[in-house]
């Protein structure tokens, strides 16, 4: 006999923490201009050794210690870079001392950057791109320790009094851009309801106002699910008619989009004849990239909770072959089925990595 154990789907987590209810705006920081600075070598040690038995026993200046590098590396536990330092200082490595003793090497200063960042130099040239957790990029080198007096001891000079100093850390300016700040992207004409459908499903707070371009610049929010899986969720500014011809804020924005795992279009279904709105919005994405219309994507159909709106669903299901979810991101309606489709579709593709071949774009 053979038992199907029905798999249950992880629900999300509430938003609940009262605390976290307070109307506080972050933005969400997508490029940064930082500076970064190798810690400079300790310098060696002028040295001699001296014992009771033998008054003149020898050089025994030691090294100094390498300075520290300056690595961005790349994590899923930071989504932005609000919390990157706009000057990143490795620490320098310690003198030699007498005895021969080796200055203490330095820590390297680890930078967590979201993953999907990308890194230009000061001439805009891309350099590194971090699209795969854990990789690594060295930003700036630490210069190695100076040598102490011991190492110039020779047959003919047996009493060097001379040692070197240590070698200068690299100093660079870099401009590190994320690229894939988000698993899902919100894309929707202005007024649509994005920005109350990300409050009402995780804790960000953008704000929300009955009048369009509110938004302005991205904001994101996780969302998380009882198997501690934690999706990120970002709210676009708001797409117009020609964005792709840099119409409206949208287009600056667009380059996001081109890493997120899938794409909702929120449409408002109170307008009349929302499915042109849904035609237009991915009509602007193709122009924009042609294969982000293949990406994972669904419709949601907010504001059903608004006279009249409801009749169009089916409608709007029949001129579209995506799936529909109905919700009213105000009132909270089927937001969980909402969730839960977002988790399926999160599910199957986390393991894709085709969505880093957008580097013609860079
Ligand atoms: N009745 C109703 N109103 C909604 C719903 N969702 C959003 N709204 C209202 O629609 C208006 C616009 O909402 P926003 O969330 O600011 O819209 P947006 O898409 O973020 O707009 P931009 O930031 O300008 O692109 C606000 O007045 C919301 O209260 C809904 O489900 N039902
Ligand atoms: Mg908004």
Redesign the pocket.
């Known amino acids: 006999m053979v038992f199907i154990i029905p798999t249950q789907l992880p629900n999300p987590s509430k938003v609940g923490n009262q605390n976290l209810q307070k109307n506080r705006v972050q933005n969400f920081v997508d490029i940064k201009r930082i500076r970064v600075i190798g810690g400079s070598g300790g310098n060696g040690c002028i040295s001699f050794l001296s014992l009771w038995s033998n008054e003149f026993a020898g050089p025994d200046g030691g090294d100094g210690g390498h300075g520290g590098h300056v690595i961005l590396e790349a994590s899923y536990d930071v989504k932005d870079l609000q919390n990157v330092p706009t000057v990143a200082r490795a620490e320098c490595g310690e003198k030699g001392c007498n005895k021969d003793c080796h200055g203490k090497n330095s820590n390297h200063y680890i930078i967590k950057v979201p993953v999907g960042t990308v890194i230009k130099n000061s001439e805009g040239k891309v350099v590194g791109d971090l699209s795969t957790e854990g990789l690594m990029f060295v930003a700036a080198r630490g210069g190695a320790g100076g040598r102490g007096n011991h190492f110039f001891m020779t047959d003919t000079e047996q009493a060097p009094k001379i040692c070197e100093y240590g070698a200068s850390g690299e100093n660079l300016e870099y401009t590190f851009e994320v690229r894939s700040m988000a698993h899902i992207g ?1 894309i ?12 009402a499903i995780s804790r960000a707070r ?11 610049k991205p904001h994101l929010g996780v969302v998380q699910y009882d198997d501690y899986e934690q999706i990120a969720v970002a ?1 676009l ?2 797409l117009i008619p020609d964005s792709h011809k840099n119409k409206g804020l949208g287009i600056q924005f667009l380059k996001h989009t081109e890493r997120c795992m899938a794409l909702l279009y ?1 449409i ?1 279904v ?1 307008l009349p004849e929302p499915w042109d709105h849904l035609k237009i919005l991915q009509y602007e994405l193709s122009k924009f990239n042609e294969t982000l219309i293949e990406r994972p994507q669904l419709v949601v159909a ?5 006279p009249d709106a409801e009749g169009k669903i089916e409608r709007l299901k029949e001129e579209t072959d995506l799936s529909v979810i109905a ?5 909270g ?1 089927n937001l969980l089925g909402l969730l839960r489709e977002i988790k399926i579709i999160y599910d199957e593709n986390k393991n894709s990595n085709d969505l880093s071949d957008n580097k013609n774009t860079f």
């Open positions: 919100l929707g004409f202005p007024n649509a309801g994005k920005s109350t459908l990300l409050r953008p704000k929300v106002a009955p009048y369009p371009f509110t938004t302005l709210d500014p708001g929120i408002d109170s907010n504001k059903i909770d608004v919700v009213s991101a105000k009132l309606t």
